[in-house]
T-cell receptor, first 114, second 115 residues
């Protein structure tokens, strides 16, 4: 069956450290993959997009990697701050479906402690 | 990023009534809009995809007559929950895309409570 899996347990880290979140997928062929941030009671906010032929993307303190062999994307936040505390969602767009469908993982809650 | 406005942010309605939720793209033309439903601590579940001027495509298990979607213009889509019941209580989120291959932008969500 098709699955997108993110660690359901919250990730607790100390301020200033690097947070690394994992997204694994099964039985999908992603055209590209996206990462979103979601705060409680709010809609997701787009962070980064990485295409299937790209290995790595960076934006300020954020870095995303994409390994289509391992079927995995890693999302890194360097020099983390308490304001980075939120739920982070990965979503992929499969080649099928007209490049339109965004399929989400359940998200991983990140808590950055001062 | 682009702005998608969703209204209302919260609504409480009586069982058996209908509720309309609006989703507007404020600074771009949304050729495609999506409606999601999210339960606490769970993933966003895609309910339907709509393209301007055409009928929405519903995901398997989503009742078309229950969740009416109208994408009347390139900046507005509406979701109407008809004859709402307590089990329809959830967080509903819309998103909009301009062109194939670009990222989707999300509204702030609507918390629906049916009493």
């Amino acid at each position: 069956s098709q699955k997108i899996e993110q660690n359901s347990e919250a990730l607790n880290i100390q301020e200033g450290k690097t947070a690394t979140l994992t997204c694994n997928y099964t039985n999908y062929s992603p055209a590209y993959l996206q990462w979103y941030r979601q705060d409680p009671g709010r809609g997701p906010v787009f962070l980064l997009l990485i295409r299937e032929n790209e290995k790595e993307k960076r934006k300020e303190r954020l870095k995303v990697t994409f390994d289509t062999t391992l079927k995995q994307s890693l999302f890194h936040i360097t020099a983390s701050q308490p304001a980075d505390s939120a739920t982070y969602l990965c979503a992929l767009v499969p080649f099928s479906g007209g490049y339109n469908k965004l399929i989400f993982g359940a998200g991983t809650r990140l808590a950055v402690h001062p | 990023g682009a702005v998608v406005s969703q209204h209302p942010s919260r609504v409480i309605c009586k069982s058996g009534t209908s509720v309309k939720i609006e989703c507007r793209s404020l600074d771009f033309q949304a050729t495609t809009m999506f409606w999601y439903r999210q339960f606490p601590k769970q993933s966003l579940m895609l309910m339907a995809t709509s393209n301007e001027g055409s009928k929405a495509t519903y995901e398997q298990g989503v009742e078309k007559d229950k969740f009416l979607i109208n994408h009347a213009s390139l900046t507005l889509s509406t979701l109407t929950v008809t004859s709402a019941h307590p089990e329809d209580s959830s967080f509903y989120i819309c998103s909009a895309k301009g062109q194939v291959g670009t990222e989707a932008f999300f509204g702030q969500g609507t918390r629906l409570t049916v009493v």
